[in-house]
């Protein structure tokens, strides 16, 4: 089973920084596609930052400069590293990955963690 393990999320202040990292069970070689998502309860969740396999990322606008997308393929972690987080950054923060096996395509999900900044 994949399972994609999310960690690093916690309470900060504003103007802080936070590292969240996203362990992935499955083969970084075989991954087209990865992604950080945010959903507010109640709301769609939103593209934050994604990374494929060219190296080429896409950040959303609000986040533009102060986040970064990145992966350690020995360690089979993707990390965003957040930085001069605001109080609109609160949310619940979901990595995604897409895989290629052959001919097929499967998206996975991590659980989720929670992002806080409050004085």
């Known amino acids: 089973q994949v399972k994609l393990v999310e960690s690093g999320g916690g309470l900060v202040q504003p103007g802080g920084s936070l590292r969240l990292s996203c362990r992935v069970s499955?083969?970084?070689?075989?991954?087209?596609?990865m992604n950080w998502y945010r959903q507010t309860p109640g709301k769609e969740r939103e593209l934050v930052a994604g990374?494929?396999?060219?190296?080429?990322?896409n950040y959303q606008e609000s986040v533009k400069g102060r986040f970064t997308i990145s992966r350690d393929n020995s360690k089979n972690t993707i990390y965003r590293q957040m930085n001069s987080l605001e109080p609109e950054d609160t949310d619940i923060y979901y990595c995604?990955?897409?895989?290629?096996?052959?001919?097929?395509?499967?998206?996975?999900w991590g659980q989720g963690t929670q992002v806080a900044v409050s004085p």
């Open positions: 990374l494929i396999v060219s190296g080429d990322s």
């Open positions: 995604a990955v897409d895989q290629q096996v052959g001919e097929s395509r499967y998206e996975y």
């Open positions: 499955i083969s970084m070689f075989s991954i087209n596609a």
